[in-house]
């Protein structure tokens, strides 16, 4: 019997948790918040706030488009979005 209540607060425990889960993810979905690839990789909240110009192409690894982006007088500016 002792065995069986440790199992139900398990279980009540686990059911909680992914309650709050998905409310929470419930609650930054309706916020518009959104966790992309891209975010993450580039550490800068998505491509949503770098200008066009600044974006990396698809595909191509962000330390050498930061170099790219270094070797032009008119791109240098676009550095500031990958800190």
């Not at 948790?17 to 959104?34: D, E």
């Not at 690839?37 to 191509?60: F, L, R, Y």
Request: one cysteine or more; aromatic letters at 10%.
């Amino acid at each position: 019997m002792l065995v069986e209540g440790r199992k139900m607060k398990l279980s009540k425990l686990i059911l909680w948790g992914m309650i709050i889960i998905l409310v929470a993810g419930l609650i930054f979905y309706s916020l518009g918040y959104k966790i992309t690839p891209s975010a993450i990789k580039s550490g800068a909240g998505g491509k949503g706030n770098i200008p066009n110009e600044c974006q990396p192409p698809t595909g191509q690894d962000l330390a050498s488009w930061k170099e790219h982006l270094g070797h032009h007088q008119e791109t240098k500016y676009c550095l500031q979005y990958f800190k």
